[in-house]
């Protein structure tokens, strides 16, 4: 009777839930405590509620940046630079946050590689690069149904436009020299956004064994989303 029950394919399909939340928990919770720990740095610094630090921060990545930072450096971020440090500051928390709890972890995903890819354009290439792979793992994790809510549908024209992104970049690439490159905020958006579009693609391409595969609750009341948040 035991025996059966555990043959049950939704018993089956919840236990691969969890054993693919369990071997993504620890880069969750790394992630997780990095943003937290980046917010507090902020938090507790008197000159970046003023927005002189950030001001600081301009001027310094201002030579290293993308050409096309430069407007928006000196007529948005400059200008704006107490507004932006404090929204800054606090999207760092809050993205915390839903890493470590898993509470609308989709929209604070988007949100971390949004403030990564910008930190990666204004030439502050580490720690966001690393940051960014991780964003795309968990990305996918949550489209394949690993973690959060149901898996959803891989989408072609999300493959086009990370593949037009790479594209776009590649004019703006100094080097490729392999002691330099990871220095290149350009050919670092275009490797992070062709894994993107692989990621996806990948995804898209196998999609039946997907969507077979991976957790769906549509014809019951059985929800295991409860379950995974807790690793």
Known sequence: MVQQLLERPVLHRASDALRGAILLFPIRIFLGFGWLRAGIEKFIDADWWTGDKLRQFLDVQRETALPFMGPLIDDLFAPLAGVIAVAVMIGQLAIGVCFVTTRWLRPALWAAITL????????????????????????????????????????????????????????????????????????????????????????????????????????????????RARV
């Open 116 to 227: 990564n890819v910008v930190f990666v354009a204004m030439g502050a290439v580490d720690p966001s690069v690393f940051y960014l792979v991780i964003e795309l793992s968990l990305l996918a994790a949550l489209a394949l149904g690993v973690i959060g809510g149901r898996p959803r549908r891989p989408n072609p024209s999300s493959v086009g436009a990370k593949v037009g992104v790479a594209i776009a970049m590649l004019p703006f690439v100094d080097t490729v020299h392999p002691a330099e490159v990871i220095h290149d905020p350009a050919i670092i958006l275009v490797t992070v956004a062709m894994l993107g579009a692989a990621t996806e693609a990948l995804g898209w391409l196998h999609r039946p064994s997907v969507t077979s595969s991976a957790p769906d609750w549509r014809d019951g009341d059985h929800d295991d989303s409860e379950l």
